[in-house]
């Protein structure tokens, strides 16, 4: 069955209309997309869905809003190009803890 996720209550479900609130503009989702069980608002930790290679929320929820300073300023990542999309998936991200560098989101390649 191919899922949808409703554009005004975000709940995912399976036909139009929406069961929920009746709204009838539905946008495709990844297989593995959820609703959120997550109480954070804001994440530093950068994730990307292993399915659609979409920005992720830690629990593994679509529904986010990936904000970057590529260009010199914060602007939302799905406003960019696709060059500049690129660019923000291929970044190595790492903490130096004790003067040691330590991978973030990148495993230890």
Do not use: F
Not at 54 to 79: F, I, K
């Amino acid at each position: 069955m191919y899922k949808w996720k409703c554009y005004t209550c975000k709940t995912i479900v399976g036909a139009n209309p929406c069961p929920e609130c009746g709204e009838t503009y539905l946008v495709p989702v990844c297989e593995a997309d959820h609703l959120c069980i997550c109480a954070d608002d804001i994440s530093a930790g950068l994730l990307y869905c292993p399915v659609c290679g979409a920005p992720v929320c830690p629990c593994g929820c679509h529904d986010v809003s990936q904000v970057s300073r590529v260009t010199g300023y914060l602007a939302e990542v799905r406003g960019m190009n696709a060059a500049k999309q690129q660019e923000v998936r291929d970044r190595v991200r790492s903490n130096i803890v004790n003067g040691v560098p330590k991978r973030v989101n990148g495993g230890d390649r």
